[in-house]
């Protein structure tokens, strides 16, 4: 299929050392973060302070929305990539997806409870064709087993964290002084900002033959008079309302667990999805060669561990963002915009993590690929472990020093840079040729698992009361017991992985 066909793979070295296209993705993805990046910094405030204002169990509510919103944001690339692979090509698939998501954030723009789910509709669906296409288009612009792979991935990831980082500050500071809707609004132009750096360079031919529809797809198909690729685009549309319902229907959770108690739709919807994903898996594992299984066991090992990490990771945005607002003495910046601290420290720490491996590479000391999740697992629990020894140091109203904070992310940005990007490069080493979008998809589905546990974290960690003032001692014992919890967890996780490393390492071969 053209996504990944060889027989252009004379692509230039003109951005950095790499395909001129790895700057067009780049900037892309930079602006769809500062979208993604930017709502989430004001969503958990928002529903808090403004959608669940009246009721008394309104963090409980929140956590569970958000939650829900998370895992099937993350959910639906699982079905974008393989709506990718075998009918769109990356190409269209980001225009579609992008053009939802922009449409969502200028929805959520309008303050009222039936937009607001609405608009997380789109914005799921669009991240769905968006997020997992982006990612494989930057691995389909070198050859195979290319060097270059690894780093080109940490200057995208970086592109992700300028967003990441610029957003928060920008639309957490409209939505808390000027209104909610200017900081989502924002959000909006931002998305657009990416679409027409991506289009810019589809004109300019940057990508070559890279991302275009396979042949099989016969998107020109005309089907009760609608081609087959206006139809892809009427049912992600369609959707996005399907979705708001299921989200919705957390409205009154909190009170009393209003549709099935706390096993309602999008929790069994996640059970059944986890059902399905382990028998293709298995299926996959049992049609796949004896070395195509053994690097996808190791695929798939990575993701789970994966999942682990980003449950605790995704908290800056609910739990997080929550203990900043009532019990940090913040300086200079508010609660919404201390989302901008991980992606700072990315951006910061990027380069010279990049070129400390480049370095343990050269002097063949490069920790492989499991070594480098323990320990980015060892740096989460750590930095949680800073959280809850925190408490210590409050002040008379329950407030603790902001240096905690900054030093919590600071080890949770390193162990992200030990994880994340380069996963997200083996993942695409690790599986055969004819999945590596479904693979991918499954990748972030891993996030959407991860969501699961920030839910289920977020209820644990609800502070409720009837007053508007549940800051001080009321919820600061609630916080740090909770991060103790999660940190001994985080130090156990990383010691399973650590001592697994030697198996994992034969099975993975020749990838490093």
Same mark, same amino acid.
């Given at each position: ?49 403004? =959608? ?25 690339? #699982? ?5 990718? *692979? ?20 200028? @929805? ?22 968006? !997020? ?17 792979? *690894? ?14 980082? =610029? ?16 900081? $989502? ?17 589809? !004109?300019?031919? @940057? ?13 020109? +198909? ?5 081609? +087959? *690729? ?12 399907? =979705? ?26 996640? +059970? ?14 049992? !049609? ?6 053994? !690097?996808?066991? #190791?695929?798939? $090992?990575?993701? #789970? ?54 370095? %343990? ?43 905690? %904070? ?15 990007? @380069?996963? /997200?490069?083996?993942?695409? *080493? ?5 999945? #590596? ?7 972030? /589905? ?7 546990? @920030? ?14 003032? =549940? ?19 985080? %130090? ?6 650590? %001592? ?13």
């Amino acid at each position: 299929m053209s996504n990944n066909n060889s027989s252009n793979t004379a692509l230039d070295s003109s951005f950095l050392g790499h395909p001129q296209g790895l700057l067009y993705l780049f900037f892309a993805e930079l602006w769809e973060r500062f979208s993604f990046y930017g709502m989430r910094a004001l969503l958990t405030l928002y529903m808090v302070n403004v =959608i669940f204002e009246a009721l008394a169990t309104r963090d409980y509510a929140a956590a569970a929305v958000y939650a829900s919103y998370g895992s099937l944001v993350y959910a639906s690339t #699982v079905i974008g990539g393989r709506v990718s *692979d075998s009918l769109l090509g990356f190409r269209k698939s980001i225009l579609l997806g992008g053009f939802l998501m922009a449409l969502g954030h200028f @929805v959520l723009a309008i303050e009222s409870d039936l937009t607001f789910y609405l608009a997380l509709g789109f914005i799921v669906v669009g991240n769905g064709f968006f !997020k997992p296409n982006i990612s494989t288009f930057v691995a389909a612009l070198y050859k195979e087993n290319d060097p270059r792979k *690894d780093s080109g991935f940490v200057i995208f990831y970086m592109g992700i964290n300028i967003g990441g980082f =610029i957003a928060p500050l920008l639309c957490g500071w409209l939505g808390q002084a000027y209104g909610w809707h200017y900081g $989502f609004g924002l959000a909006g132009i931002g998305m657009l900002t990416g679409l027409m750096f991506f289009w810019s360079g589809i !004109k300019k031919g @940057v990508f070559q033959d890279k991302g275009l529809p396979p042949i099989s797809g016969r998107l020109d +198909k005309i089907i009760l008079g609608v081609s +087959k *690729d206006k139809w892809i685009s009427i049912l992600a549309f369609l959707s996005a309302p399907v =979705i708001a319902l299921m989200l919705a229907s957390y409205k009154s959770l909190g009170e009393e667990g209003t549709f099935l108690g706390d096993q309602n739709v999008v929790n069994l919807l996640f +059970k059944l999805i986890g059902i399905l994903v382990v028998f293709y898996l298995g299926y996959i594992l049992v !049609k796949s060669t004896v070395e195509e299984r053994k !690097k996808l066991i #190791v695929a798939i $090992f990575i993701t #789970v561990f994966m999942t682990i990490f980003w449950g605790f990771h995704e908290l800056s945005g609910s739990v997080i963002t929550l203990f900043a607002d009532r019990n940090v003495n913040l300086e200079f910046i508010n609660a919404s915009q201390t989302n901008s601290l991980n992606s700072l420290f990315i951006i910061i720490l990027s380069i010279p993590i990049s070129l400390l491996f480049t370095f %343990l590479m050269k002097k063949k000391k490069n920790p492989r690929t499991p070594y480098k999740f323990g320990l980015g697992l060892l740096l989460a629990g750590l930095s949680f472990y800073v959280l809850s020894l925190s408490g210590g140091s409050a002040d008379e109203n329950g407030m603790v020093p902001f240096a905690y %904070l900054i030093i919590m992310y600071f080890m949770l940005s390193i162990g992200e840079l030990f994880m994340s990007p @380069v996963g /997200l490069s083996k993942i695409t *080493d690790l599986s055969p040729e004819r999945i #590596v979008a479904f693979m991918m998809g499954i990748w972030f /589905l891993s996030s959407s698992y991860a969501f699961q546990v @920030v839910g289920f974290i977020g209820k644990q960690l609800a502070v409720e009361s009837d007053s508007t003032d =549940i800051g001080g001692f009321n919820s600061l014992y609630v916080y740090i017991e909770g991060f103790d919890l999660i940190a001994k967890y985080s %130090l156990g996780a990383g010691v399973i992985v650590l %001592l697994m490393a030697p198996f994992l390492n034969k099975l993975m071969g020749d990838v490093h």
